[in-house]
């Protein structure tokens, strides 16, 4: 099971057309450290999509390739790459700055066109990821024969993308199902969040044989926005995945650096990591006062001791219960 983080690409859309160097770098270091390290990046649409005329992201995709070098041997980071763009220049371009992966999109249906890229891209020592956006233009069974020839084709994971977010739980299934069935390449999910569905497309997709997952932290994305990687880990975690993925660092980075820095841009953080602690412990909200209070007076960190306490009593904790559990957290 692998946590593929898009914030760096499809996030920026929230930000214009791609995140600026600061930003970029402070969310690749926050990722390493909570032990995210399959990252994609670049500007929204990927590499050589904006440099006809110059870059219109604040980066060029030179200056984004230059900006990572710090960082490959620490993560698995690549670009998207549009299967028109998917020339030799610049497959050429990500393998001499040492991308670890490119990921070709092409709208579900039009992948015939792609063939001659994933070519390029293996033949330059990358691995090739595929996305098949908008895939639900087409039937699982359609999704699943591309999916057969694209692989065919020598790619290295294909991707299912709920790109309007209009999926329901029971249709990725089948999708997911399909295509399970008819590669043996890893089959990975991106699901948008429209109708609210992203973290529940994302568990039906993990049932039904996907082992890649996209998100993006706080959710940033495109339209309705993405998964949200913190989200997609603390409910993985719960049902027994991700779990060399250090949660409470990834939201003290949330809390400390990101929320922060994105109120810059009036960025709206749908659920907050406090609000997400509460709900994969199982803790009220109605006792948030007394939780806080007893951690501040103690000096332990608040996260943990909503989480362990609760493991003992989620219906009514006495402030004895949480000052002794809050004991043990010194
Ligand atoms: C770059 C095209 C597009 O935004 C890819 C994607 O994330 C999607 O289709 O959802």
Redesign the pocket.
């Known amino acids: 099971m692998l946590v593929m983080d ?1 914030t760096l690409r ?1 996030g920026a859309n929230v930000v214009g057309k791609g995140f600026d160097a600061r930003l970029t770098k402070m969310m690749i270091e926050g990722m390493i450290a909570a032990g995210i390290t399959t990252i994609e990046m670049g500007n ?3 590499l050589g999509a904006y440099e006809a005329n110059g870059s219109i992201a604040p980066c060029t995709d030179e200056e984004y390739l230059q900006l990572i070098q710090p960082y490959l041997s620490q993560a698995e980071i690549g670009m ?1 790459l ?1 299967y028109k763009n998917a020339t030799q220049p610049n497959v050429d371009l990500a393998a001499r700055y040492g991308l670890k992966f490119l990921r070709i ?1 092409a709208n579900a249906g039009d992948g015939a066109g792609a063939c001659e890229g994933i070519r390029r891209v293996k033949a330059a020592g990358m691995k090739c990821r595929y ?1 098949l ?2 895939a639900y233009v087409l039937s699982p069974k359609e999704l699943a024969e591309e999916a057969k020839m694209l692989a065919d084709c020598g790619l290295d994971e294909i991707t299912i ?3 309007a977010g209009t999926m329901m739980p029971h249709e990725t299934e089948a999708y997911t199902k399909e295509l399970v069935a008819a590669v043996d390449i890893p089959v990975a999910f ?1 699901g ?1 969040n429209n109708l609210g569905l992203s973290v529940a497309n994302a568990i039906a997709a993990a049932e039904a044989g996907a082992t890649v997952f996209d998100c993006g932290l706080l959710g940033m ?2 339209s309705a926005g993405n998964c949200a990687t913190e989200l997609l880990v603390a409910t993985f975690q719960r049902l027994g995945y991700f779990k060399d993925i250090d949660l409470y660092k990834l939201l003290a980075f949330l809390d400390g650096e990101l929320i922060p820095a994105m109120e810059e841009y009036n960025y709206h953080v749908a659920v907050k990591p406090f609000d997400l602690i509460l709900g994969l412990a199982g803790c009220h909200s109605s006792f948030t006062k007394r939780f806080q209070n007893i951690a501040d007076e103690m000096g332990v960190p608040l996260y943990q001791l909503i989480v362990e306490v609760s493991k003992r009593d989620q219906k009514a904790p006495s402030e004895e219960l949480i000052r002794q559990i809050a004991a043990d957290l010194v």
């Open positions: 898009c499809d929204c649409l990927g998207f549009g999109g996305s956006m908008k993308m709920d790109s991106h948008h994305a495109r």
